[in-house]
Nanobody, 114 residues
Framework: QVQLVESGGGLVQSGGSLRLSCAAS????????MGWYRQAPGKQRELVAL????NTDYADSVKGRFTVSRTTNTVDLQMNTLKPEDTALYFC???????????WGQGTQVTVSS
């Protein structure tokens, strides 16, 4: 199994910045992708950014404002020019090569005030 622990998040004013970090432990050798999803109240969970061995993907809504970076066991999300619509529970995510194929952190709250 893989365990994911997030840190960072909090309350920030519109236009501000925050940095989220996530550390993986356990069977980290099965991980080939790491990134972040988010879920706002009443909405479905959506991809924010994902780095795999092949490429890096961002949601259109965060391109140019968010930057994801990864080491072997960690993934960070630098969020700049935050907007109220970025308010959500942010989940660290890891994609593995074998069952159960997906791992999730507990989530960290990001709140952007207008």
């Amino acid at each position: 199994q893989v365990q994911l622990v997030e840190s960072g998040g909090g309350l920030v004013q519109s236009g501000g910045s925050l940095r989220l970090s996530c550390a993986a432990s356990g069977r980290v050798f099965v991980i080939y992708g790491m990134g972040w999803y988010r879920q706002a109240p009443g909405k479905q969970r959506e991809l924010v950014a994902l780095i795999t061995n092949d490429n890096t993907d961002y949601a259109d809504s965060v391109k140019g404002r968010f930057t994801v970076s990864r080491t072997t066991n960690t993934v960070d999300l630098q969020m700049n020019t935050l907007k109220p619509e970025d308010t959500a529970l942010y989940f660290c995510y890891a994609k593995g090569t074998g069952p159960p194929y997906e791992y999730w952190g507990q989530g960290t709250q990001v709140t952007v005030s207008s």
